[in-house]
């Protein structure tokens, strides 16, 4: 069992700058594939990023590639979401994933573990 704690949510302007983390605790972080996901009002959730367990295979949603780096510290059991010129599309609750199966997915119902998210708002 993987318990995630999503933080850093926040309010910012248009063009601006936000980093949420994510730490996880109770299971083997490392073993885990991991995933930001985020859902607006109203929307399904979607697909944002996601990094493999060493790091090294990074993965992005075209809506935020070039704007949004994912990136995790094994040391600390921690995933990031650097977010750079945000635009009020952006505005959403933002969910960190993990995935223990072997195979990379961009699917919500393939990731194991969630956290309870965090809310990121955008104005402009």
């Known amino acids: 069992q993987v318990h995630l704690v999503e933080s850093g949510g926040g309010l910012v302007q248009a063009g601006g700058s936000l980093t949420v983390s994510c730490v996880a605790s109770g299971g083997s972080f490392r073993s885990h594939d991991m995933g930001w996901f985020r859902q607006a009002p109203g929307k399904e959730r979607e697909f944002v990023a996601r990094?493999?367990?060493?790091?090294?295979?990074?993965q992005y949603a075209d809506s935020v590639k070039g704007r949004f780096t994912i990136s995790r510290d094994n040391f600390r059991n921690t995933v990031y979401l650097q977010m750079n010129n945000l635009k009020a599309e952006d505005t959403a609750v933002y969910y960190c994933?993990?995935?223990?199966?072997?195979?990379?997915?961009?699917?919500?119902?393939?990731?194991?573990?969630w956290g309870q998210g965090t809310q990121v708002t955008v104005s402009s």
């Open positions: 994933a993990a995935d223990s199966s072997p195979f990379s997915s961009i699917l919500p119902e393939a990731y194991d573990y």
């Open positions: 990094i493999s367990r060493s790091g090294g295979t990074l």
